[in-house]
């Protein structure tokens, strides 16, 4: 963009392009606090993908057969692709994953409530794939036309993987109900656990949600929180009637009027207690990150090293 073009001309074009609907690309001009607000969203997102390997890959050892061994492995490496492609998206508005990753290890950064919850048994893995995942599609599906070129392109791949994952929880929870009543009991312990922290994955309800407003507006979410909320509910209640599973609300009613369930409110305190740092294994999910990023330090050298040595780019 040429720097003779003043900021007001400037201004009007970017916001004629969100008016449209179309894509804000890397080297457009754009408000400073959108290019925050798009850095922020992504890098949350990134964060919760390469977070979020951790309660299921705890579980690739203990997986009861080399298929579900080997399903297990591709679905927790494909979040790290996820990851990958986020910051990607990140380092179009020039901040490294690098600069990210000490952000999050230093606890300046987000990433999603769900994983500071445990994996505390098999079940999960499938609980996890069903709900989380699920409340990821009906997050994510959404975010494919973002405004911002970078990211809604990387959605697309990763809203395809998603479903795959979706499928792989809700077959692996079909199996365990058509076996034992221990494996029925595991399954709706499980579901017990997670229901609550996959309602808060869409954040906080939007008279509360202090981003929800200007990113509407700059068409970087396109939903709010309540309205993916809401959807995410309503196409669960059939899933876990045919799995077989209670959801564990007793507020939880098909409203005839609005076409709709009705719902609670998950403990909105606890949301917050958990988003704050304070969830049961916040601590654990940060410490296992930097171990993991302390002890790749070698590698990163070797590759800047070797770059050097050929005078060639360093890899992403
Ligand atoms: N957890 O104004 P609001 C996956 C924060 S990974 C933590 O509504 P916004 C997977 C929020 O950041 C999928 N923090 O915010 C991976 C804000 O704080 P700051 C992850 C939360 O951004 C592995 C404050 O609360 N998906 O699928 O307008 C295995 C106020 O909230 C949360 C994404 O990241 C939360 N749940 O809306 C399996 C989706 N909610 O930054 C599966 C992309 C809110 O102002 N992100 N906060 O200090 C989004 O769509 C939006 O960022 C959100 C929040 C809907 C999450």
Known sequence: MSSAVAEPELAAQFEATVRRKDRIEPRDWMPDAYRKTVVR??????????IGMQPEGAWIGRAPSLRRKATLLAKVQDEAG??????????????????????LIAGKQKY?????????????????????????????VPLCRTSYGPYGRAMIRICKEESFHQRQGYELLMTMMRGTDEQRAMVQESVDRFWWPALMMFGPPDDASPNTEQSMAWGIKTHTNDELRQRFVDMTVPQAEALGVTLPDPDLVWNEERGAHDFGQPDWDEFWDVVKGSGPCNAQRIAHRKRAWDEGAWVREAAVAFANANDEEVPA
């Open 112 to 140: 999603s409530s769900i994983f500071n919850y445990p994996a505390l048994s098999y079940a999960d893995v499938g609980t996890i794939g069903w709900l989380v995942d699920g409340a990821a599609i009906c997050n994510q």
């Open 41 to 50: 969203q992504v890098a949350q997102h990134a964060h919760s993908e390469i």
């Open 82 to 103: 996820h990851g990958l492609y986020l910051y990607s998206a990140t380092e179009t508005l020039g901040v490294s994953r690098q600069h990210l990753t000490e952000m």
